[in-house]
């Protein structure tokens, strides 16, 4: 089997500001959209991983991003949109590490839309950061995907 050429597309249109690190606008067709759930600092067992430690927590919420990606056959180069929620007591100096550590797992050539949102708590006070995936993976020739 062979992947169809790319059906995701990668816009930023010059009627929009520069983009920072994201892509404006997504379009995806044919294929899989997979829609991975918010994902915390936990480790397999559940555990949180990182108390207190932004980045240690950000550096695991991508891990199991990828892993759940994995586990359908996708890879974080398919990543085309990415929602944050981000604990308001993060310092603001903190949210630098958001663009160093989500550039050690996706394309940095075609970097996904995101959104990033601070939020007053999220579900478990330890937790600082959440974040929410959604990957597109080109249908297969020959296959119904």
């Known amino acids: 089997m062979t992947h169809a050429p790319s059906s995701t597309l990668f ?10 690190g994201y892509s404006h606008v997504v379009q995806s067709r044919g294929g899989r959209l997979i829609h991975v759930s918010g994902q915390a ?15 240690a927590q950000l550096h695991q ?17 398919d990543l085309v949109k990415l929602n944050y929620f981000c604990d308001e007591r993060v310092p603001q100096v903190d949210l630098r590490s958001v663009v160093v550590v989500r550039d050690r797992f996706v394309n940095t050539q075609r970097p996904p839309a995101s959104s990033f949102v601070v939020v007053k708590r999220l579900v478990r006070p330890e937790w600082l950061i959440e974040i929410e995936a959604v990957a597109h993976v080109a249908a297969i020739e020959g296959s119904d995907a």
Not at 41 to 55: C, K, Q
Not at 62 to 75: K, T
């Open 11 to 20: 816009h930023n249109p010059a009627t929009l500001p520069p983009p920072v």
């Open 61 to 77: 919420c991508f891990l199991n991003i990828q892993h759940a990606l994995e586990a359908v056959g996708a890879s974080m180069a």
């Open 41 to 55: 600092a936990r480790d397999a067992d559940g555990a949180l991983v990182g108390e207190g430690d932004f980045t």
